[in-house]
T-cell receptor
Framework: NAGVMQNPRHLVRRRGQEARLRCSPM?????VYWYRQLPEEGLKFMVY????????ESGMPKERFSAEFPKEGPSILRIQQVVRGDSAAYFC??????????????FGQGTRLTVV | GENVEQHPSTLSVQEGDSAVIKCTYS??????FPWYKQELGKGPQLIID?????GEKKDQRIAVTLNKTAKHFSLHITETQPEDSAVYFC???????????FGKGTRLSVIA
């Protein structure tokens, strides 16, 4: 059973370009979370999605950032017109379908975005 | 919303000694407390978790304790080994699939 798959592992973009980060959840998981990690810092929640729905985007900047989790295919985190401050590691996690108890979340290896 | 504080930020121990990392949380509705280990250049790996209906959980050299009244939980690693060196994160979440809120991490160094 493959884990959470993220690609690309490393991404370099020039200022003003678009960055697309992909995340395929674990088999059987229907919930996806995106987190951002700056060097020497913790993980900051960005957005929580289920298939075709954004459940919570309270941690995502209002401008330039968007996320989707279509019915078919991976979840995509999209950053338009990237700036140097967007340079960070972006991690995706997935968890099983909703249960009353809190569900375990498993992380991918991350995408390290560098804006030059 | 939930706020998770983690201490210490760095910890150095001699190989074979124990290491303890502590976290506090603010939301009394939180009921799930996982711990993640992150090695350099990798994603966080779930190593142990505890739910609010138990006070302690152990898995080989790793144990986690939870004090709901005081709203704090701790990670205990016994007989530390060099391969335990990593950054450890605590987290908390409320019932359902709500997003985890993380502490800022503890960089553990085990000195051989």
């Amino acid at each position: 059973n493959a884990g959470v798959m993220q690609n690309p592992r490393h991404l370099v973009r020039r200022r003003g370009q678009e960055a697309r980060l992909r995340c395929s959840p674990m088999k059987g998981h229907s919930h996806v979370y995106w987190y951002r990690q700056l060097p020497e810092e913790g993980l900051k929640f960005m957005v929580y999605l289920q298939k075709e729905n954004i459940i919570d985007e309270s941690g995502m900047p209002k401008e330039r950032f968007s996320a989707e989790f279509p019915k078919e295919g991976p979840s995509i985190l999209r950053i338009q017109q990237v700036v140097r401050g967007d340079s960070a590691a972006y991690f995706c996690a997935s968890s099983p379908p909703w249960t009353p108890a809190a569900a375990e979340a498993f992380f991918g290896q991350g995408t390290r975005l560098t804006v030059v | 919303g939930e706020n998770v504080e983690q201490h210490p930020s760095t910890l150095s121990v001699q190989e074979g000694d124990s290491a303890v990392i502590k976290c506090t949380y603010s939301d009394s509705a939180s009921n799930y407390f996982p711990w993640y280990k992150q090695e350099l250049g990798k994603g966080p790996q779930l190593i142990i978790d505890i739910r609010s209906n138990v006070g302690e959980k152990k898995d080989q050299r790793i144990a986690v304790t939870l004090n709901k009244t005081a709203k704090h939980f701790s990670l205990h690693i016994t007989e530390t080994q060099p391969e335990d060196s990593a950054v450890y994160f605590c987290a908390a979440s409320t019932p359902g699939n709500t997003p985890l809120v993380f502490g800022k991490g503890t960089r553990l160094s085990v000195i051989a």
